[in-house]
């Protein structure tokens, strides 16, 4: 544990000036230490981890951090700049960067030690004598906590009490009158990561609650787990805060209750102002539903304030909704849909009909194997339905929304009324379930209530509504919807393909790529020739922009600077992995030229890809699985077409500049860029 960091880890005269090149220089030396396995793999993987949300924080920090297959061992380097570096914090430019690599299945102790170190930094003598520091070896021992011991991790911070009997005084409130007592907070942070955010959020709640009299109680919902609130404690709040960048887990303990839910760099940014919200919504006797977070999920900018009710537009809403069905239905599409084509490539396409490998299995037969694999991709499948629905349900109304939406999903595959029921059967689950919550009950119902009333009465509204009311309704539409995916030929499947490509490139990961692509996933749940087809489409535009940037960087240098050349080489191999987020990077730099570029590309592969009819069973895999894609050679053809046509437009915009960046001075190390008139 003593070499999370060493000296070689840590640069006290960090000469990068732009965030990608001060983790590039800090990454480096874990390569050197034998941390990290592959430079480029793991910076990918930061900037991808740095596209989702900022990582400088006020008082001069900066925290790139990724969890990545790249690490080795759990690793922290250390750099201070004197110019200061821009890592996207209101109050300017980060002189201490901290570069926090985790294996993908880092061990709790270690994410405990980096936790602690995320609290660390809210201590202004702790970072005062990292900017004092002029040993490596010191700062290094400093960072590990060798000259002062931290307690053990914490799961939940508290405030108040503890400041109370070490004075011998009572906590008074933000007004400054005596109270007998203090104001009391429960809240929940958490980040994507879960490695530094949410601890540090917590520190800063946790100290802001100190300095206003104000009983504060976190609980960290991080990389390592969590240890749930004390049920008293959270009896016992006055109100809530949530700052958090990922679904808060089990909301419904604080259903009731004054709600300020944002995200989690406004939690480290201004604790102060969160409390004093919290303060006013006590007042006004505002109280907040299980499902009031969802409300504010996709405000996009991760540091609102007030409740999600205040912000969000019911169609944020309803796509985060679905979104969360979706993501936990594709791993069992990804599962069962290459078992299925594998299947295929082993026994061909009559293997489907085989009997059963229960009833009939020959060790010594491809066939028996090839019908073993049918059959279990087929199983995963059949789940396909059953938990989107279910999940869908989840995202809106937690835990007791699961059984009615699972069983609405099921009654969904009954009627016939496919991936459409699915969607609709979550949908009705997690609204009778929201309803219900609702109605107030008495004291001694509570607890019955998530585990036996609500499954119950929610079930049985949900089933009576998918079975008589809206069920085959929904199954002619479904019907309807794969009639005309089986029947889409000349230019009405160009068309389409087009509309698919522009919506997969224009924001590379966000909410339009999101749903083309969910689009396409929902069709492979009742696969026909059609469906598969748009999954094809969607893969092959989806794969265009980074391979378009690394194309263009390797044929004309010179109008990229030197980091923009490097993640070049990252490209190609997210690109050829079906990661569109691997443009992001010259997206953000040059949205102007790059977008246009890479949706033209897009909608060139997607109308190709539809016109030569290739079709495609897996949801994911890029060129790794061509031998599973139907007319293969033509497939790479659509994909080799539109990534050649993004790339000569990249390339023919960024050479109308007037100033190319090598121009400008771009010495090619730091990544700087010139902004020029178009």
């Given at each position: 544990m003593s070499e999370l960091i060493t000296a070689e880890l840590v640069d006290l005269d960090l000469s990068a000036t732009t965030k990608d090149a001060a983790a590039r220089s800090l990454a480096e030396r874990m390569v050197a230490a034998h941390r990290v396995t592959d430079l480029d793999g793991f910076l990918a993987d930061v900037a991808a981890r740095e596209a989702q949300m900022p990582t400088g924080l006020d008082g001069g920090i900066g925290i790139p951090h990724c969890r990545s297959e790249h690490v080795s061992a759990p690793t922290l380097a250390f750099g201070r700049s004197g110019a200061g570096i821009d890592f996207g914090a209101a109050d300017g430019p980060a002189d201490l960067v901290f570069l926090i690599a985790a294996p993908t299945g880092a061990d709790d102790d270690h994410l405990t030690i980096l936790s602690g170190l995320a609290r660390r930094l809210m201590d202004p003598e702790f970072t005062a004598a990292l900017r004092a520091g002029t040993d490596p070896r010191a700062v290094a021992a400093l960072i590990r906590g060798e000259e002062a011991p931290e307690e053990p991790e914490r799961e939940q911070v508290e405030t108040g009490k503890q400041e109370q009997a070490e004075t011998g005084t009572e906590a008074t409130g933000g007004t400054g009158a005596a109270e007998s007592v203090p104001f009391r907070i429960v809240a929940v942070t958490s980040c994507p990561t879960g490695i530094a955010h949410t601890y540090m959020a917590a520190e800063s709640l946790a100290a802001a609650g100190r300095a206003e009299g104000v009983e504060v109680t976190v609980e960290t919902q991080g990389s390592a787990g969590f240890k749930k609130l004390d049920p008293a404690v959270v009896a016992a709040a006055d109100a809530v805060i949530w700052a958090h960048d990922v679904e808060v887990r089990e909301k419904a303990r604080f259903r009731g209750k004054p709600l300020v839910d944002v995200g989690v760099k406004a939690g480290i940014n201004r604790p102060a102002e969160l409390i004093a919200e919290a303060r006013r919504r006590a007042e006004r006797g505002e109280i907040a539903t299980a499902s009031d977070s969802d409300k504010a999920s996709g405000s996009g900018d991760g540091d609102g304030n007030g409740s999600g009710a205040d912000h969000a537009h019911f169609g944020v809403r309803l796509r985060t909704y679905l979104m969360s069905g979706v993501s936990y239905m594709v791993p069992f599409v990804a599962a069962g849909g290459l078992l299925i084509a594998l299947s295929f490539a082993i026994g061909g396409y009559e293997i489907a009909s085989a009997k059963s490998v229960a009833d009939h299995f020959v060790w010594?037969?491809?066939?028996?194997?090839?019908?073993?694999?049918?059959?279990?991709?087929?199983?995963?499948?059949?789940?396909?339905?059953?938990?989107?629905?279910?999940?869908?349900?989840?995202?809106?109304?937690?835990?007791?929304?699961?059984?009615?939406?699972?069983?609405?999903?099921?009654?969904?595959?009954?009627?016939?009324?496919?991936?459409?029921?699915?969607?609709?059967?979550?949908?009705?689950?997690?609204?009778?379930?929201?309803?219900?919550?609702?109605?107030?009950?008495?004291?001694?119902?509570?607890?019955?209530?998530?585990?036996?009333?609500?499954?119950?009465?929610?079930?049985?509204?949900?089933?009576?509504?998918?079975?008589?009311?809206?069920?085959?309704?929904?199954?002619s539409l479904q019907n309807a919807l794969t009639d005309w995916l089986n029947g889409l030929s000349g230019s009405n499947a160009v068309i389409l393909g087009v509309v698919l490509g522009l919506m997969m490139c224009f924001d590379m990961g966000g909410p339009l790529n999101k749903v083309a692509y969910a689009f396409a996933v929902g069709g492979l749940a009742d696969p026909t020739q059609g469906s598969l087809k748009v999954m094809a489409a969607v893969m092959a535009a989806g794969m265009v922009p980074p391979l378009a940037m690394a194309l263009a960087t390797t044929v004309r240098r010179r109008l990229f600077t030197k980091t923009e050349r490097e993640n070049g080489r990252a490209a190609w191999v997210l690109g050829a992995s079906f990661i569109t987020e691997g443009a992001i990077p010259f997206a953000a730099a040059d949205p102007l030229r790059v977008i246009p570029s890479v949706m033209a590309g897009g909608a060139v592969t997607g109308a190709l890809s539809m016109a030569f009819g290739a079709t495609l069973r897996a949801p994911h895999g890029g060129v790794f699985v061509v031998p599973l894609i139907g007319e293969p050679f033509l497939y790479l053809l659509a994909i080799a077409a539109g990534t050649l046509v993004a790339t000569a437009l990249v390339v023919l915009l960024k050479g109308a500049r007037r100033t190319a960046p090598e121009a400008a001075g771009d010495a090619g190390a730091d990544g700087s860029r010139v902004t020029v008139a178009a």
């Open positions: 010594g037969e491809a066939d028996s194997w090839a019908a073993l694999l049918n059959q279990i991709g087929s199983a995963a499948f059949g789940f396909l339905v059953p938990v989107l629905a279910g999940y869908i349900a989840y995202g809106m109304a937690d835990r007791p929304a699961l059984v009615p939406g699972f069983v609405g999903g099921a009654i969904a595959l009954t009627v016939n009324a496919g991936f459409l029921g699915g969607l609709v059967a979550g949908l009705l689950a997690g609204a009778v379930v929201m309803a219900v919550q609702r109605v107030p009950v008495h004291a001694t119902l509570r607890g019955i209530m998530p585990v036996l009333v609500i499954p119950l009465i929610a079930s049985a509204v949900v089933g009576f509504l998918m079975f008589i009311v809206v069920g085959k309704p929904i199954a």
